[in-house]
Each structure stands twice: as structure tokens, then as C-alpha cells.
């Protein structure tokens, strides 16, 4: 470790405020400065603490970030999370009430692209994990924690309450397959690893 990198994780860690984890935050930094070591040859180290910026200014953020704004990227991705559900939820309705109808044109095609609709909904969490790590870079951490286990809450619940059958399967035929079901629990467990990995894509964009 060299004496500029060490003497800027010092001045960082005595900078930070009592009230976060400084060790969690000066790791974070560390790590941002060993992959840009690695990945920007060009740079010297010195070079690379200077993007990064003087350590009293970022550990002053760590005060002055606006629990507003926090709030409210949270609220929008738990909202949209929420509205596919909410979405789901009408379409299925509409489908058993309103047969031969548009609703069940559309049912039809959601069945023939259940592969699709994975995909979609993955890289709605792929979103959701880089927009929050390039936002707030590390200070964005916790929200990008309580964001995810808000939104999850439905997913894991309608996931519980299908193998249990506490929700009769055929509502959901022909599109709940004994293949689509084991991708859904699959998925429903990688949500946060495949977030959390795009959470450090941002934050490394954003350093």
C-alpha cells in the first residue's frame, strides 16, 4: 500500500462522522482504488485519489446527504415494483371475468414469452441496484439494502404462497409451468446478489 493511498484512508476514516460504519466506508473506498489501479494502468495512484477527491469534502457527504432525496428514489423503484404487481394482479382478474376478450389475447402472448418476462423484470433489479450504486456511490449502500428487501417483500410473499398453494395454480395457467415455477424461486433468490453486484458497477462508474 503506498504512503498517499494509506495517508487518504487515514485522513477519510478520522474525517467520517460517528454516527456511520468507518471501517465499511474506508474498505469501500479501498476497494474503488484497487480496481481503478487495476483496470486504469494509465493512472498513477496519485492520480486516481485526486478523481476521488479530498477526503474531508466526501466525509462531509456522509452528513449532508438529504434524507428527502434518499427517500424518494427508494419510494419510486418499491412504487414500480409494486405497480408490476398491481399490473399482474389486474390482468389476471380480467382474464377469468372477461373470457374471449382482449385480456385473454394478452394472456396468450404473456404465455408464450414467460422466458422474456424473467428477463425484463431481472433487468428492472439491474436498474434498480446501478442507478442507487451511481447516485450515491458508497454512500448508498443502506438505501440500496432497504429499497431491495421493501420491494422483495411481495415477491417472496406471492412465491410462498403459490408452492403452498394458498393461491390456486390454475389462475395463473397456462403460463405457471413446473419449469417457469423453479426459475421463479431461482430468481426470486439471486434478486439480491444480481442487484448488489450492478449496486458496484454504479458506485465504480461514479468514482
Known sequence: ???????????????????????????????HINEKLHDRVDLTIDEIIEQLGDPFEIAKLYVEVEPIKQ?????????????????????????HVFED???????????????????????????LGFEIGREYGVLGKKIFSKTVFISIVPNVLLMVMTLLHFIPNHWFQPILTSEFVVLCVVMTFLIYPISKLFYYIGVYRSV
Not at 5 to 11: G, I, P, S
Not at 84 to 95: D, H, K, P, Q, R
Open 71 to 95: 427517500s424518494f428514489v427508494s419510494r419510486n423503484f418499491v412504487f414500480c415494483n409494486f405497480m408490476f404487481f398491481f399490473i399482474g394482479s389486474l390482468l389476471t382478474l380480467c382474464y
Open 101 to 127: 376478450s382482449i385480456f385473454s389475447e394478452a394472456w396468450g402472448l404473456l404465455a408464450r414469452i414467460p422466458l422474456t418476462i424473467v428477463i425484463v423484470y431481472t433487468f428492472f433489479w439491474m436498474i
Open 1 to 31: 500500500m503506498t504512503r498517499s493511498k494509506q495517508q487518504f484512508l487515514d485522513t477519510l476514516k478520522k474525517s467520517l462522522p460517528e454516527t456511520v460504519n468507518k471501517d465499511e466506508v474506508v474498505f469501500e473506498y479501498e476497494l
